[in-house]
Nanobody, 123 residues
């Protein structure tokens, strides 16, 4: 199994970006995919996740109402639509597979991390 994140870039405050996370391999038994981010000097933090079955989503409070996660099951691809971006959203964004739901979104429960894509919000 491999996950590949893409779509990062430089955007002005208030702008939008859409990240993609394409999975390959056998993911049929997994619960879903999560997005994380890591800013310089900070720990990796959970952003949100989506379930393959039913598409249920969950987000950290700081991004609720601005970020939306969606998925395309046949393409095994998950998207992170980010709107109204602020400099505080600047980070490397990662996607990872959630093999099964445990009630926690600690990174240790996620697997097959993608290589990350840089998002920079600056004027």
């Amino acid at each position: 199994v491999q996950l590949q994140a893409s779509g990062g870039g430089l955007v002005q405050p208030g702008g939008s970006l859409r990240l993609s996370c394409e999975a390959s391999g056998n993911i049929v038994s997994s619960f879903g995919v999560g997005w994380f981010r890591q800013a310089p000097g900070k720990e990796r933090e959970f952003v949100g996740r989506i379930a393959w079955n039913g598409g249920g989503t969950y987000y950290r409070d700081a991004v609720k109402g601005r970020f939306t996660i969606s998925r395309d099951n046949p393409k095994k691809t998950v998207y992170l639509q980010m709107n109204n971006l602020t400099p505080e959203d600047t980070a490397i964004y990662y996607c990872a597979l959630l093999p099964r739901y445990t009630g926690s979104d600690h990174p240790k429960y996620y697997a097959y991390w993608g290589q990350g894509t840089q998002v920079t919000v600056s004027s």
